[in-house]
């Protein structure tokens, strides 16, 4: 009689010893960090100016002032295309972030960057804190 036994060997865990493993505590510079249950966890900023709300999720466009972003709205009939949307992210927000930012205010969206975004463009994160900064 012969007995075979075999083994996977792949752990979910990932091990220190194995040479696949990878420690990544490297700080970028647009990140802050927040302590969650003895954790850090480090979050990405995003700043710009509000052009759309839909949803509670709002249209953040860097690298325009909010005169830039109200006439490139009027001339699109309040539809944000081309240059508007190149740069720009979706931030799905909480509901009374949602309720108290206008369209035209500058914010500061900070998010967790190892959280996978949604694939479209403009991309949709996840805010985690949001700021009015003007």
Not at 9 to 34: H, I, L, Q, R, Y
Not at 44 to 62: D, S
């Amino acid at each position: 009689m012969l007995f075979l036994i075999t083994g996977c060997g792949n752990s979910s865990e990932p091990n220190e010893s194995d040479a696949t493993f990878e420690n990544k505590d490297a700080v970028a510079s647009d990140m802050t960090n927040e302590e969650v249950n003895d954790n850090m966890v480090e979050y990405a900023e995003f700043e710009g100016v509000v052009a759309n709300k839909y949803n509670e999720a709002i249209l953040v466009v860097p690298n325009m002032n909010k005169e830039e972003v109200e006439n490139f709205l009027d001339k699109t009939d309040g539809v944000p295309l081309g240059k508007l949307i190149e740069e720009a992210v979706f931030y799905k927000v909480e509901t009374d972030d949602y309720e108290r930012v206008e369209l035209g205010d500058r914010v500061n969206i900070h998010y967790d960057s190892s959280k996978t975004q949604q694939e479209s463009h403009p991309p949709i994160r996840i805010s985690v804190k949001l700021e009015v900064v003007g």
